[in-house]
């Protein structure tokens, strides 16, 4: 292959949406992902999973504490971790710094193949909210609870065996780059835009 091509190669590789990104890559993006608003964010996308691998984006939802976000299927996904082995009720509701969701998947069309629901410019690191710090997300309050969330073996297929390790590990998962579980405290609406603020 000549230089031209080389070069071209390159070009199509650095703008394929799909493409996994680097151990590299992701270290490169730890400073603008830690720059994110502790107190005040906003909320940049709203999803739900109606089925399992199914998603739908949404500008506005109703949070409530029988299904996380209402029409998502968090109600009926048991858990290995629960007591009951039923929905974990420590994971009503996930939150993903926006910035993190853009260093590892990419454009924020692909965010939803993550399958949080909630993506926000907003700092959600161990050392900003601990277990029990309540937030407003819209008209609702939500609390970050101490069950981990971690990358997955479909997470590696999105988004590659990097990304997995880098989420799960060091500064990512300090970060909390792979999100935050939440548990519903006061039901209310959420819209795209909307503030997310510690309480």
């Known amino acids: 292959m000549n230089a031209t091509a080389d070069a071209t190669a390159a070009e199509t590789a650095n703008s394929d949406p799909a493409r996994h990104r680097s151990t590299a890559e992701l270290t490169a993006a730890l400073g603008h992902i830690r720059e994110a608003p502790a107190d005040n964010g906003t909320i940049e996308l709203i999803v739900r999973r109606p089925a399992e691998d199914a998603r ?10 029988a299904e996380g976000v209402a029409g998502d299927t968090w109600n009926q996904r048991g858990s290995s971790t629960a007591p009951d082995g039923g929905p974990h009720p420590d994971a009503q509701l996930t939150i993903m710094n926006a910035r993190a969701a853009a260093a590892v998947i990419g454009p924020v069309e692909r965010w939803p193949l993550a399958g949080d629901q909630i993506y926000a410019d907003f ?21 970050v609870t101490a069950k981990p969330h971690r990358g997955c073996a479909k997470y590696a297929a999105r988004f590659g065996r990097d990304a997995l390790r880098f989420v799960n590990t060091g500064e990512g998962q300090a970060l909390r780059m792979r999100g935050v579980n939440c548990r519903v405290i006061q039901p209310g609406t959420v819209r795209v835009g909307d503030s997310i603020t510690r309480l």
């Open 123 to 143: 700092d959600i690191s161990h050392e900003t909210l601990a277990p029990g710090t309540r937030l407003s997300v819209g008209q609702a309050v939500v609390e």
């Open 56 to 65: 739908e984006v949404l500008d506005a939802a109703e949070i409530n504490e």
